[in-house]
């Protein structure tokens, strides 16, 4: 017979969640927050690529404004000139102060942007294709830099951090008097409750855009990102539903064509058709004419024809999304084969897009990119200040993972709600369970033997 009053059984139990929900919060921050330092930092970066672009790069990507621009054949032509290949794209000014870009592959193997003043043809310099810095930032922050198996660690990093916030919100919850440690900092800098106070308040705060920020990064995650990537846009060729693709269609894909947004990543090229009498290409020109009469935005990527099936693809992707837009047109007859925007994706889609584009601080302007600048400082100081708070509470000669729960079973509503999410998001739910292994067969262990061992 229990000799505990229900008072105090209740606050036994409170405390024991209070423990089991710590320990999955700290287990969350081991796995994730090193990571989330490296996207904040990279993101942070990203958010101002086309400024940072413009200042790194200026000797290739600057120039003077003069009165009318030169035929896009002639720029190419002299891009080739300085470096001897095969031309594939060509790349609009996106204002008049911008150079045109040329892609060119090599005779010697390389891939290169040649970039050539749009007034003059007069080649300014050549870089690796996707070499400038802001480039480099991009394929670090998505780990594409790491290959595709580090891509996947996206997912987890993203599963996690939700975790890390809804536990978070539970610590920080109010449960006394007071609001040192709610919306106010107390102590000073030496003071283990002024980092506990630091952390608290600053996730509090931005923990709604850590979630968000996690969610709209998941299309890029290798597992997850993919199958809603196909269930978006379903199977047909890869373009959302109700786009016109009743023409004959080749097997290569947009993405390896020219960067492209997320929702056509898979988006297979239609192929040209020689007709009687169309023995000769409508060539760059035509192309980009038609292309300026469609109203393509300004900065927009032409994809050239190298076979005899290939087709024009003029495709722009710029902070407004209703002006986002790619279209393909016969090389013969400069007929538009497929021609979709932004209007044209489905509801998952354009609500993809739309935080996608958010995520990247393109939306809203320098409003949103200043807003997320300040989330990403912010990631930072959680992680430090959760480093020192750490540092200050660890015990000596052990990892300091917080005490557990006198009745286990605390552990079992919480487990069902991580397996929901493990369910949803599968490599999430695999390294749970990796975890769960991991707390139950070494790290408890450890801490009875050493609640054992402990003088009395």
């Not at 606050?11 to 423990?19: A, N, P, W």
Request: proline share 6%.
């Amino acid at each position: 017979m229990s000799t505990t009053s229900p008072p105090q059984e209740g606050k036994r139990k409170t405390f024991d969640l209070y423990r089991a929900v710590w320990r999955w919060h700290f287990y969350a921050g081991l796995l994730v927050l090193p990571f989330m330092i490296t996207l904040a930092i990279t993101g942070g970066l990203y958010l101002f690529k086309d400024e940072l672009d413009a200042l790194i790069h200026a000797d290739v990507k600057r120039v003077a404004v003069q009165e009318a621009t030169l035929p896009p054949s002639t720029l190419v032509s002299a891009a080739l000139t300085a470096h001897p290949g095969t031309a594939v794209k060509f790349t609009d000014p996106a204002t008049p102060k911008s150079s045109a870009e040329i892609t060119v592959n090599t005779a010697s193997g390389e891939r290169l942007a040649v970039y050539v003043n749009p007034y003059t043809a007069n080649v300014l310099g050549a870089l690796d294709d996707r070499g400038t810095v802001m480039w480099t930032v991009r394929y670090l922050h998505s780990l594409k830099y790491f290959g595709p198996t580090a891509r996947k660690l996206i997912e987890i990093a993203g599963g996690w951090a939700t975790l890390l916030v809804l536990t978070g919100i539970y610590l920080w919850w109010p449960r006394r008097k007071g609001k040192g440690g709610v919306i106010s900092v107390r102590g000073k800098p030496k003071s283990r409750v002024f980092w506990r106070d630091l952390h608290a308040v600053l996730g509090i705060f931005v923990g709604g855009f850590i979630v968000f920020l996690a969610i709209t990064g998941m299309p890029w995650s290798g597992v997850w990102g993919a199958q809603v990537n196909q269930w978006a846009n379903g199977n047909n060729f890869g373009y959302p539903s109700g786009v016109r693709v009743e023409v004959p269609m080749s097997e290569a894909r947009l993405n390896a064509q020219s960067p492209t947004n997320w929702s056509l990543e898979q988006a297979q090229i239609p192929e040209s058709t020689q007709g009687p009498g169309q023995a000769t290409s409508i060539g760059l020109d035509g192309a980009v004419a038609i292309f300026d009469e469609l109203g393509l935005h300004h900065g927009y990527a032409v994809s050239l024809p190298t076979t005899e099936t290939g087709v024009y693809t003029g495709s722009v992707y710029p902070n407004d999304l209703s002006q986002q837009r790619v279209v393909h047109l016969d090389q013969y007859s400069g007929e538009r084969l497929i021609d979709m925007s932004y209007s044209d994706y489905g509801p998952l889609g354009r609500w993809l897009e739309f935080g996608i584009n958010v995520h990247m601080g393109q939306q809203f302007g320098l409003a949103n990119q200043l807003l997320f600048l300040t989330v990403c400082v912010a990631i930072i100081l959680l992680a430090v200040s959760a480093a020192v708070m750490w540092w200050k509470r660890r015990p000596s000669r052990a990892m300091g993972v917080p005490p557990l729960p006198a009745d286990k079973r605390v552990f079992r509503g919480l487990i069902a709600i991580l397996a929901i999410g493990g369910l949803i998001f599968p490599l999430v739910g695999a390294s749970l369970i990796v975890m769960l292994l991991l707390d139950w067969l070494i790290v408890r262990p450890l801490q009875e033997r050493r609640l054992v061992n402990q003088p009395r």
